[in-house]
C-alpha cells in the first residue's frame, strides 16, 4: 500500500463525517499527543497532519465521531474455554447474547475486518454516555466509545491491513446492546466509614478527588505511574484504617474508566497497578484523624 493509499484511507473517513488522526506507521499508537483533541474530518487539516509522514496509520475517535464500535476478537491464542472444540471468536459470544434477547446478529452496518476479527460500526445511540468497554459483553468482545479510538480500514499493522467487509451505511447501536454498556453508577468518593473530626473527613474527600483527576487526567505513556502513585497514597490510608479498600479500589477504577481500550489500556492493568500500589502503601501508613 502506498502513502498515498493511507492520505486516501484517511479522507475517506473524514468524508463519512468521522475525526481522524495519525497513528505511528505499522502500529496502532497515536503519533501526535492530545489526539482526541486534534482529531478531525475536515480534509485541510488532514492533509496537514499526514504531510510531516505520510504513511501514518488512520485513527478514528469514536466518541468525537458519534461512533461505538463492537470488537470482535478471534481467539488466536487458541486458549478456548473447556469442553469448547476449536478456536473461540467474539461472533460467537455476541450471536449468544442476540439470540438470548431474541435479536439477530446486528452485522447489518459499515464492517471492517481486522488482523484479529471484525470491527462493527455504529451510530452512538441518544441518552447513553457510553465508554470503552473490555470484556464487559463477554468474552473476545471489546467496545470503543467516548475516548477511545480504533484503527480506520486502510491501515496496516504488523503487515496485515484492516479492509472494509460490508460498505454500508452505519445504522444506530442495537438498543438491546446500549443498554448493556451502560456503566454502573459512578462509586462514591466518600468512605464508608464516619470520621469523628469533620475536617478530617473533607481532607479525605480531598484526597480522593485530587487522586481521581490526576488519575483521569494522564495521558498516554504516563497513565501507569500516575495509577500507581495514586493506588500508593490510597493505599497508606487503607492500612492506617482512615479508608476501606474497596472504597480505594471504586475511586481509581471509576478514574481509570475512560482511559479503557486506549493504547491497548485495559483492565486486568488497572486492576493489577492498583492492587501493587495499596500493597505497597501498607507498607507505610498514614493518619489523618489527628486533623
Known amino acids: 500500500m502506498s502513502s498515498r493509499d493511507l492520505l486516501d ?13 495519525p497513528l505511528v506507521p505499522g502500529r496502532k499508537t ?4 492530545s489526539w482526541e483533541d486534534r482529531a ?6 488532514i492533509h496537514r497532519l499526514w504531510a510531516s509522514a505520510a504513511r ?33 471468536h467474539g461472533r460467537d459470544t455476541l450471536a449468544a447474547l442476540a439470540s438470548g434477547v431474541g435479536a439477530v446478529f446486528p452485522d447489518a452496518t459499515f464492517t471492517v475486518v481486522t488482523p484479529g476479527g471484525l470491527h462493527l460500526y455504529f451510530r452512538a445511540p441518544a441518552g447513553f454516555e457510553l465508554r470503552n468497554t473490555t470484556g464487559k459483553l463477554g468474552r473476545l468482545i471489546d467496545t470503543r466509545a467516548q475516548g477511545g479510538y480504533v484503527v480506520a480500514a486502510g ?16 445504522v444506530e447501536l442495537p438498543q438491546w446492546l446500549a443498554h448493556r454498556l451502560m456503566p454502573a453508577p459512578p462509586p462514591t468518593a466518600t468512605p464508608p466509614m464516619q470520621l469523628p473530626s469533620p475536617r478530617a473527613d473533607a481532607y479525605l474527600r480531598a484526597i480522593l478527588d485530587g487522586e481521581s483527576r490526576k488519575v483521569a487526567r494522564a495521558q ?14 490510597l493505599g497508606r490510608l487503607v492500612a492506617a484504617g482512615e479508608l476501606a479498600e474497596s472504597t480505594a479500589h471504586a475511586v481509581l477504577e471509576h478514574a481509570s474508566a475512560q482511559h479503557l481500550g ?4 485495559t483492565e486486568q492493568e488497572v486492576r493489577g497497578t492498583i492492587d501493587d500500589g495499596i500493597a505497597y502503601g501498607a507498607q507505610f501508613p498514614r493518619r489523618i484523624r489527628n486533623l
Open 9 to 21: 484511507a484517511a479522507l475517506a473517513a473524514g468524508a463519512r463525517g468521522w475525526c481522524v488522526f
Open 30 to 33: 497515536p503519533a501526535i499527543r
Open 40 to 45: 478531525t474530518s475536515d480534509s485541510a487539516a
Open 56 to 88: 501514518y496509520n488512520v485513527g478514528v475517535a469514536t466518541g468525537r465521531s458519534g461512533l461505538v464500535v463492537v470488537d470482535l476478537d478471534d481467539d488466536l491464542s487458541g486458549d478456548s474455554p473447556p469442553h469448547s472444540s476449536g478456536r473461540s
Open 155 to 170: 491501515s496496516i499493522v504488523d503487515g496485515r491491513r484492516y479492509r472494509v467487509l460490508r460498505d454500508s451505511q452505519v
Open 220 to 233: 498516554v505513556g504516563s497513565r501507569h505511574n500516575a495509577l500507581l502513585r495514586a493506588a500508593v497514597k
Open 262 to 265: 486506549v493504547a491497548d489500556y
